[in-house]
């Protein structure tokens, strides 16, 4: 039989609880006196601030950023139609990476009760060193698994010698050669009240794919 020109795809993933959680929250308030709205909110905010400050000083954030204030003024109206006087609103915002998620959760809920704060999203994800690492395993094992395949299918026609060709992406195969294949990540979050006094936040495993294509001869 001739050379025969195989192509296939492999694809592997990893399930890998995350290490770190991003948390995102906002202060704001409002109120017909700017000058005493921006004084309140910047009340609010150094409590806020002091606390991830220390709690990066003992190691339970690694990293924290602020905005600067944000002031603005609207006028609502009423029901009749009319215009009212302004209304000003300030708000800051702020992100803290967490390394210790007991840690988080009961800071989140001594904020809760505060007025003018806001728990915005989490973002879980995994340190760069254990992503790269994580990256790269799964990535090889999706070439193992098409390698595997192009055997499989070589030896269904009694062949013997398989040679890689090409490897890429997927959808990128068609194109020519391409880059190595590059692995995807999924980070799901799950808050959960648990009906202790403080709240829970427990992120989902992040799933860390790859698929790629292969094409070999074999003969």
């Known amino acids: 039989m001739s050379e025969v020109i195989i192509t296939v795809r492999g694809e592997h993933e990893l399930r890998v609880a995350p290490e770190r959680a991003t948390l995102h929250l906002s202060i704001a308030l409002d109120g017909p006196d700017r000058a005493d709205v921006v004084e309140r909110t910047l009340a609010a905010s150094a409590p806020v601030r002091d606390g991830i400050a220390s709690r990066e000083e003992s190691g339970s954030v690694t990293e924290w950023t602020s905005q600067r204030m944000s002031v603005y003024a609207d006028r609502p ?14 708000s800051i915002d702020f992100t803290a990476t967490f390394a210790d998620f007991s840690e988080m959760s009961v800071w989140v809920t001594d904020l809760s009760v505060a007025e003018g704060i806001t728990i915005g999203h989490i973002d879980w994800h995994l340190t760069a060193d254990t992503e790269r690492e994580v990256e790269r395993e ?38 020519g050669s391409g880059p190595m294949p590059k692995a995807v990540m999924m980070r799901d979050m799950a808050m959960e009240a648990t009906g202790a006094p403080a709240l829970e936040f427990q992120g989902e495993e992040i799933t860390v794919s790859a698929t790629v294509e292969g094409r070999f001869s074999a003969s």
């Open 77 to 90: 109206w009423n029901a009749e139609g009319k215009r009212l006087a302004p209304v000003y609103r300030a």
């Open 138 to 175: 799964v990535a090889a094992q999706a070439v193992g698994v098409a390698v595997s395949r192009a055997r499989a299918y070589a030896e269904a026609l009694g062949l013997q010698n398989v040679t890689p060709l090409e490897i890429a992406d997927r959808g990128l195969i068609s194109a």
